[in-house]
């Protein structure tokens, strides 16, 4: 799987994509789920999974498989969807979301068998792992790429810039981080909170740093991870990707009071409706 | 200490611990002008909103970032400030424990931790969100007081109490929302000193946190059975308050220590680890997390299948009784 997909056809995944969030998010009821951060990665996560990694749902053990590891694990949903939607799990698991003892935990918790490399849920942590991986290739002298989708807010945390320096140092080439840049973290705006300039962080780790304007934007993500993936720099690659949190419904967009919530008939119902019609 | 706001303990019970904790940090720094409240991005989930906008230049959000949270904090204890940083339970004493150990610890610095949603609470949210060890963690770290409230009041009171004492103390806050109110009334609370809530000859259990009211009815079942139970509400874990446990030891016939946490390190070990140095003592058994990660479940479902229910702890008792 992977390659050959057209624009119009991960369209239309990213669409069934964002129905998927919603709809095991609403089935989570009381137990709540985090809509926003889900909804600003369904374009970079669908990219990945119908476009641009090497993978096989049907042998996901497979060695040459390119790796994908989610370090904002609360963005479990996207994950889900994606792999879901790519038949790694059964489409009758989504109403199992968050039920007790289901495999499809608030955040990821590795299950090979079904797709999940890494369990992340603690923030940080995932990335550095990534790093591990892509030196690990090297070590194997297997091909195969590393993908880590990386939150804005995620990298107010010291293991990113410490994993990230690592990165550089040992030339990891096979690794593409994507930066979620959706503005908001959970107690607010991420430039309230700690405003940095993340390109002249990333650059100055060492890193080949493209960015892209609309993260949410089906061909410009696309045209910048095949780049990232072909590109001879020597250097690990990050994608600052600026997106909108809670992307696609109106009344999450950029809200900092969709990061995580009980979502209840009336707000469901609306957004279906706003899903649909678009 | 201002009154004990018994008027809003039924609000508090329904709301959980993070509202006992936002509400009293804004208490206390209305008495405590040299007090301040540092978070790593959990303001609305700490329920530290209403500090924030009451007390703007006495609250400071260093960012995803725990570690540098904690020496942060340390630096400035280490000038007299007096900082309370608000983390969660799964993540706080873990990441940073080398800073708890070497800032906090080793300078013996008057700074205080708190963390909610110790234990299980976080249910659905899975393993990585789940505090299991954190007693362990702190205990093992010399100068510090860990305490672990039972109830509403409780938590107001620690959080007033720890301002009073000079010295690193970790705070672990369980029980969400629907938590029952232990003490409808005011009562004496001093770190160290246990309280018996319950007397009884037969079996003792000694509960930590927010199990409290699972140890009271289960000790009730028991008395129904004939067995005189006695209830330890040991809210200081460390130190252990070594003159209830010698009382216990020579009055009671089984122990049953109760806590939201591996058996490893926590109460029961606590519990153990004083235990052993005496001969002729009764038996204990620890109810417990049990030393594994956790099935993914909502509270109320992992509490059953730990046996940390009432009927769980009731049963464990009698079988070992
Ligand atoms: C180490 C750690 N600290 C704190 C948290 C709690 N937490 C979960 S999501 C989140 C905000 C993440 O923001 P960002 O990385 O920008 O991701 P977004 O939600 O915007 O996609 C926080 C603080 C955590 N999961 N892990």
């Given at each position: 799987m992977g390659n050959n997909n057209t624009v119009e056809f991960i369209q239309e995944k990213c669409a069934v994509m964002r129905r998927d969030v919603i709809e095991m998010g609403y089935i989570a009821g009381g137990r709540g789920a985090h809509f926003g951060p889900a909804l600003s990665s369904i374009e970079i996560m669908a990219s990945l999974f119908f476009n641009i990694m090497n993978h096989d749902p049907k042998n996901p053990t497979m060695p040459d498989r390119d790796r994908f590891v989610q370090s904002k694990g609360h963005a479990c949903l996207s994950y889900y969807s994606a792999l879901i939607e790519s038949g790694y799990i059964a489409k009758d698991q989504k109403s199992t979301f968050k039920q007790d003892e289901s495999i499809l935990s608030g955040h990821p918790s590795r299950n090979i068998e079904h797709g999940i490399e890494i369990s992340s849920g603690s923030l940080g942590n995932g990335f550095a792992v990534a790093c591990g991986m892509a030196k690990a290739a090297k070590i194997k002298k297997e091909n195969h790429k590393v993908y880590c989708l990386v939150g804005d807010g995620e990298c107010n945390e010291g293991i990113i810039w410490e994993a990230a320096m690592n990165g550089a140092k040992n030339k990891l080439d096979n690794l593409v981080a994507i930066v979620d840049r959706n503005g908001v973290q959970l107690a607010g705006k991420t430039s309230d909170i700690m405003d940095v300039d993340l390109v002249a962080l990333w650059k100055a780790a060492?890193?080949?740093?493209?960015?892209?304007?609309?993260?949410?934007?089906l061909p410009s993500i696309l045209e910048a991870l095949e780049k990232m993936k072909n590109s001879k720099s020597g250097k690990p690659h990050a994608i600052i990707a600026n997106t909108t949190k809670g992307k696609g419904i109106s009344f999450m967009e950029g809200s900092i009071n969709w990061h995580a919530r009980v979502m209840n008939k009336e707000q469901y119902e609306q957004a279906i409706l706003e899903l649909e019609s678009n | 200490?201002?009154?004990?706001?018994?008027?809003k303990l039924k609000e508090w019970s329904k709301q959980g611990h993070r509202n006992v904790l936002g509400d009293s940090l804004v208490m206390l720094a209305a008495e405590r002008p040299e007090m301040c409240t540092v978070t790593a991005d959990l303001t609305p989930t700490a329920r530290l909103t209403g500090f924030r906008d009451t007390y703007p230049d006495?609250?400071?959000?260093?960012?995803i970032a725990e570690q540098n949270m904690i020496d942060f904090t340390a630096g400035l204890a280490v000038e007299g400030v007096l900082p309370y940083a608000v983390g969660l339970a799964a993540i706080v004493p873990m990441r940073p424990a080398e800073q708890m150990r070497v800032t906090l610890g080793y300078m013996n610095l008057n700074a205080k931790v708190v963390c909610i949603e110790a234990g299980v609470r976080f249910g659905p949210l899975g393993n990585t969100h789940y505090a299991m060890d954190d007693i362990a963690v702190v205990r093992a770290i010399p100068n510090f007081t860990v305490i672990s409230p039972s109830d509403p009041l409780q938590i107001y009171k620690t959080i007033f109490a720890i301002a009073d004492h000079d010295g690193p103390v970790y705070v672990r806050l369980t029980g969400g929302p629907g938590f029952p109110?232990?003490?409808?009334?005011?009562?004496?609370?001093q770190i160290g000193k246990a309280i018996e809530y319950k007397e009884g000859s037969d079996v003792a259990f000694i509960s930590t946190g927010s199990m409290l009211g699972a140890a009271v009815e289960a000790a009730n079942t028991l008395e129904g059975k004939g067995i005189s139970t006695r209830v330890v509400d040991m809210h200081t874990i460390k130190p252990i308050d070594t003159d209830m446990l010698d009382k216990v030891f020579a009055e009671n016939k089984l122990v049953v220590t109760v806590e939201e946490h591996t058996p490893i390190g926590g109460l029961g070990a606590a519990v153990a680890e004083y235990k052993t140095g005496f001969e002729n003592t009764p038996k204990q058994v620890m109810a417990s997390l049990g030393d594994k990660f956790q099935k993914l479940g909502d509270y109320a479902f992992l509490l059953k299948e730990n046996g940390l229910t009432a009927a769980g702890l009731a049963n464990l008792a009698e079988a070992n009784f």
């Open positions: 060492g890193w080949e740093v493209l960015v892209l304007e609309d993260g949410n934007d | 200490m201002s009154n004990a706001p018994i008027d006495r609250f400071f959000d260093v960012g109110v232990m003490y409808p009334e005011d009562f004496d609370f």
